[in-house]
């Protein structure tokens, strides 16, 4: 992959494609072969160096991945608080990407008390607070309504495009707004096949 | 509620091993009191057919303090109205010397026994006389108390560990979903675990809390007091400053040790 590109990754269930995805973070490095991510390879990581990366990707789950016992405005600052940005920029940033992506009225509320879509939208909103260079996104729609489905898409089409962040995306399938303009990769039995 | 619970469940382990050691250190005072109380009061009896130099006997062995030579009108003085200045002198002329011996400390009865055969190897001792039996009884019970004070601490130690262990556990379970979203986004263990190890200082520091009032109330109680003294022990054996610092080792030793087991069992799974 190169810098600046949006990648979808398809195929079917159990295939491997959170597989794959988790190895670029590093919560399962990979059995043979090398995967260099951000120039470093993820399988000769110490696990400091490995946190090191992680504070400069963004990751996005199907199921959210919210810190339940936290507001909606410090999960967005969390990636800023492990940063360690004094707390004042943490919550300045956190409001303007809540502002972003239409959730600033509910930045005092608990992720529970959120509908599916819009928990997914403050996932979004983290996984940019800290301005990767990497968004690795897991099924980001896949319990999403049309709607949210297309705010997410939305969102991370404009980190790709205004910030130039790297993205990946592992999904069934690919939404038609977005179908015709970026790359595809599918996985079949571990191996990956360019589609397009 | 819920989280009062999951503090009172590190809590109470946490202050029952404090209580235990807090009573330890107390026995122990009591003992090291009463040996010194002993000691002070004891003295044994050599007796020897010659003159012999106080500096002979003490340097038999380390446990023995000084050597007095016994004044021998002062046993004789008893007698004296009833014999005359000539028999008087006589007995003198024929009686033994005798010495006390005082001790460093009160030891056990191996020790005085070995005491004992270390004096009879001088030459010209004839005798010695322990007095053993009016001060062993109440020194043993105080010693056989307090070991079993100590077996009975170490399980209360082992008990409230393993409460602990459970606790921390739970807190595991409870706190793994942050935990583990935190190490996706790269946080440093001493930040994704900071939660654990504030509860374990805050739980810790309350322990401390309640064993060193609980203390202070027990010193304060006048029946206690008045009790304490009556049985020849002085009621500020019960609580001395120095223990907070001991107190607060073990109990913050504790519960740092066991948020440390569940920080490095902790294991990404997302």
């Given amino acids: ?196 | 509620m819920k989280s009062v619970k999951a503090h009172l469940a590190l809590i109470l382990p946490l202050f029952a091993i404090l209580f235990g050691a807090e009573y330890l250190i107390v026995f122990d005072r009591i003992v090291d009191n009463y040996e010194t109380k002993l000691s002070a009061e004891y003295s044994l009896i050599v007796v020897a057919d010659k003159a012999l130099k106080p500096v002979d006997i003490s340097r038999v062995d380390r446990l023995i303090d000084h050597v007095e030579p016994v004044d021998i009108d002062s046993i004789l003085h008893r007698i004296r109205k009833e014999t005359s200045e000539k028999n008087m002198k006589k007995i003198k002329s024929i009686m033994p010397s005798f010495y006390s011996v005082k001790l460093r400390h009160y030891p056990d009865k191996y020790t005085l026994k070995r005491l004992k055969e270390e004096l009879l190897a001088i030459k010209g001792v004839k005798s010695v006389y322990l007095f053993e039996k009016m001060h062993d009884p109440l020194y043993e019970m105080l010693a056989f108390m307090k070991s079993n004070f100590l077996i009975f601490s170490l399980l209360m130690f082992v008990v409230g560990v393993l409460l602990i262990l459970k606790q921390m556990y739970v807190w595991q379970l409870e706190h793994r979903e942050r935990m583990q979203i935190m190490a996706l986004f790269g946080a440093p263990v001493w930040l994704r675990s900071g939660v654990l190890f504030r509860l374990a200082i805050i739980d810790a520091f309350i322990a401390l809390l309640l064993i060193v009032s609980g203390m202070f109330y027990l010193m304060k109680r006048s029946d206690l007091v008045a009790f304490l003294r009556d049985i020849d022990i002085d009621p500020q054996t019960l609580f001395h400053f120095n223990d907070i610092g001991l107190l607060a080792a073990i109990g913050f030793g504790i519960s740092i040790f066991g948020t440390l087991v569940v920080v490095i069992r902790f294991k990404e799974e997302l």
Avoid at chain 1, 61 to 74: A, H, M, N, P, T
Avoid at chain 1, 120 to 138: E, K, T
Avoid at chain 1, 160 to 176: A, G
Wanted: hydrophobic fraction near 40%.
């Fill in chain 1, 1 to 196: 992959m190169q810098t600046g590109e949006f990648v979808f990754i398809t195929g079917a269930s159990g295939s491997g494609k959170s597989t794959l995805l988790k190895s670029m973070y590093g919560a399962m490095p990979p059995a043979d072969g090398e995967l260099v991510v951000g120039g470093m390879e993820i399988g000769k990581l110490s696990s400091s160096r490995l946190y090191k990366l992680r504070r400069h990707i963004g990751v996005i789950f199907q199921d959210y991945k919210l810190i339940g016992e936290w507001s909606v405005e410090k999960n967005v600052m969390l990636p800023l608080i492990i940063a360690g940005f004094p707390k004042d920029v943490c919550r300045a940033q956190a409001q303007k990407l809540l502002t972003h992506v239409k959730l600033s009225h509910k930045s005092d509320k608990f992720p529970l008390e959120l509908s599916g879509g819009e928990q997914q939208r403050v996932a979004v909103a983290r996984a940019l607070a800290h301005n990767p260079f990497l968004i690795l996104a897991d099924e980001p729609t896949g319990n999403l309504d049309d709607y949210s489905s297309q705010v997410v898409w939305e969102l991370l089409e404009k980190a790709n495009e205004e910030l130039k962040t790297t993205i990946l995306v592992v999904t069934h399938h690919i939404p038609e707004m977005l179908s015709a303009e970026y790359r595809h990769l599918m996985i079949e039995n571990g191996v990956l096949y360019e589609i397009r």
